[in-house]
């Protein structure tokens, strides 16, 4: 019988860490990485994966796609449909160019086809129809082709270019996409707000680049149907005075990439992020001086740390401001070792931006660590946020990722409804908070409990976050958030021009990090605006701003926040009555059991239900102690259903 009530014990003690402690899962599943199909076009033109990657192909678009290799080795379903999505797993290491059967020729030589290369294979962009790559170089040639003097289009000029030549565009619109597969290019405008790239929302990319060492500097990108200038797949890449704006995804985008630095650019109205950089450890990439503003996300990076900086830029009016995440449906995760200094962030609740579904649960927040690991927050200013200033996170995916050793120190942090600093849970360990200064903190004396110095409890975070981000992703999914089109955004006013303009030095995209890094130690606080905050505390209960939340983050908070409390009273005063009726036991194993009780928060109480061996019932024990943790969790599974789960 000592047995199996140990059993049970273990049992009731491990459903009860799930819901307090949570977990990024046991076993490790397969990779996975997103290659979305659009009308009529794949996300990627190249993407890499390591053997074994499950890749999954979502249908963005509106008509049925599908995604066969030429060779016939993989294919998914005939059709997939608007808003399905298909699998493949992809086991042997090779290079396969992949097609859609409706919407491409049937060798995937034209329309919507792309390459995927899986496994460690020496493969360059272009070799199939250009014979040996060619290979990428650290100095300029010398050599100089215009537009439109020499060549019509910047497609013409780059495809006659060989690495380290200059792409020069005279000021233009330029109505087509750019594929850049020739290595170690400048491709550089006269005049960076009179040279565009217009996409017309006809096209994927204003600039698409599969390449090494590829530098774009001094234009503007807009109207794209994906991203405006996009990485992938490789080393070296800088983006440097650019302008990207209402394109249809991203603004500035690397994936996959690493050796890299965004800097002096701007991007705006994107319904997902301004900047990005993504799936790559160690990144080795710098964002310096950048501005974003009216996109869903400022910053957003999935899976992506190790020496990533983002310093001394602003990310104003945005649904969010600078928003690392983790996901399962990419590679790398979860992401890590990312710094977040000198940064000016204000008043990321911006409800006329263009935003879609999935960035929803981030409104409101200035700087979010959502589901990573030893990331620096340092020295900003983050201010007027309705929700929180600066938020560490769990992020829920295929699995759940907790947030660990995170250091947020020294930041100034005002105007912030729901509060200037939240902790919520489950969180992992060593989550630190110190020297900031802030009003007010969720949970309550966050700096004096979690310092990261000194003495420091060893649990001290708040659920009631959770449910409310979890409340407002539930909202989305109903439908119920600002649907706002890129389209309909402003342009930009006039920005900053490369120093130089046209005569500036031809630098190559290498050994970029090299370069840029910045020395963190020497980043400033960033000065503080002339404006007061505008944004008020909002009453609250239970941390659960009453008159901003909408009626799912109140019903989820609420609940998140009472329901622990209430059973924990129900256990406790039913542990208490039966102990006071009982005369089996001798005055001090009574008394041990009282103090077990009262002292050891939840865990003791259960014990005592199920190993004190009490007169109560025992399918009342099992209704109310089960039964309480069975309910718990039944209402977090329908708000992750709700949620989005995969």
Avoid at 320 to 332: C, K, M, Q, R, Y
Avoid at 445 to 453: E, N, Y
Avoid at 558 to 584: I, K
Avoid at 598 to 613: D, E
Wanted: glycine letters at 12%; charged letters at 20%.
């Amino acid at each position: 019988m000592a047995g199996t009530r140990r059993g049970r014990l273990l049992l009731v003690l491990a459903l009860a860490g799930a819901v307090v402690a949570g977990c990024s899962g046991g076993g490790e599943p397969r990779g996975t990485v997103n290659v979305s199909m659009y009308d009529n076009f794949f996300a990627r033109e190249v993407t890499r994966v390591p053997v074994g990657t499950r890749v999954r192909f979502p249908n963005k678009g509106r008509t049925a796609h599908n995604a066969v290799a030429a060779d016939g080795s993989w294919r998914t379903p005939e059709r997939v449909d608007a808003d399905q999505v298909a699998t493949v797993v992809l086991d042997q290491p090779g290079v396969y160019r992949f097609f859609c059967t409706f919407h491409s020729t049937g060798n995937g030589r034209q329309g919507m086809a792309a390459t995927m290369v899986v496994g460690d294979v020496t493969w360059y962009p272009g070799q199939e129809n250009a014979g040996p790559a060619l290979q990428p170089v650290r100095r300029a040639s010398g050599r100089t082709l215009r537009v439109p003097e020499d060549h019509h289009t910047i497609q013409g000029a780059v495809s006659a270019a060989r690495p380290g030549d200059l792409v020069l565009v005279d000021p233009g619109v330029y109505r087509e996409e750019v594929k850049v597969t020739v290595p170690s290019l400048v491709i550089r405008g006269r005049d960076r707000d009179r040279v565009i790239v217009d996409g017309e929302f006809q096209r994927p990319n204003g600039i698409s680049v599969t390449a090494d060492g590829v530098a774009v500097e001094n234009l503007t990108v807009r109207n794209a149907l994906t991203n405006g200038v996009f990485w992938t797949g490789v080393r070296g890449y800088r983006a440097s005075y650019v302008t990207a704006y209402n394109n249809k995804d991203y603004g500035i985008y690397a994936f996959d990439s690493v050796d890299g630095l965004f800097e002096h650019s701007y991007a705006s109205g994107s319904p997902d992020s301004g900047f990005y950089i993504g799936q790559c450890h160690p990144c080795d990439a710098v964002i310096d001086r950048v501005v974003a503003e009216r996109n869903a996300l400022g910053y957003s990076g999935t899976n992506a740390g190790g020496n990533l900086q983002i310093v001394r830029s602003r990310w104003v009016a945005n649904w969010a401001g600078i928003v690392p995440n983790t996901l399962d449906t990419e590679l790398l995760p979860p992401f890590r070792e990312v710094d977040i200094v000198g940064n000016y962030v204000e008043a990321n609740h911006n409800r006329d931006a263009p935003g879609v579904r999935l960035e929803w649960g981030a409104f409101g927040n200035g700087i979010v660590l959502g589901g990573g690991n030893d990331a620096r927050v340092e020295r900003n200013y983050v201010l007027d946020h309705v929700n929180n200033g600066i938020l560490v996170s769990p992020n829920l995916d295929e699995r759940f990722w907790t947030a660990s050793r995170n250091r947020v120190r020294d930041n100034v942090v005002q105007g912030s409804g729901r509060a200037d600093l939240a902790l919520a849970a489950p969180a992992g360990q060593g989550n630190c908070f110190q020297g900031n200064q802030a009003r007010t903190s969720i949970p309550v004396g966050l700096q004096a409990f979690q310092r990261c110095s000194g003495l420091r409890l060893p649990v001290r975070m708040d659920l009631s976050t959770t449910l409310a981000s979890l409340g407002q992703v539930a909202e989305a999914n109903t439908g119920a958030y600002p649907r706002n089109r890129p389209e309909d955004q402003p342009a930009p006013p006039a920005q900053e021009q490369l120093p130089g303009g046209a005569g500036a030095p031809v630098r190559p995209a290498m050994d970029v990090f090299a370069a840029a890094r910045v020395d963190l130690a020497e980043v400033p606080l960033p000065a503080a605006s002339d404006q007061p905050p505008t944004v008020r505390k909002e009453p609250t209960v239970f941390g659960v701003p009453v008159l901003a939340a909408s009626p799912w983050q109140l019903v989820f908070a609420l609940y998140g926040y009472l329901l622990p409390f209430v059973l924990y009273a129900a256990w406790t005063s039913l542990a208490l009555w039966d102990l006071a009726r009982r005369d089996d036991l001798r005055r001090g194993v009574a008394i041990g059991w009282i103090a077990v009780v009262l002292v050891v928060p939840f865990l003791g109480v259960i014990a005592y239900h199920v190993l004190g061996r009490p007169r109560l019932p025992a399918w009342l024990r099992a209704a109310v102690v089960g039964g309480g943790l069975v309910a718990y969790l039944v209402v977090l599974g329908i708000g992750a259903l709700l949620g989005g789960i995969a």
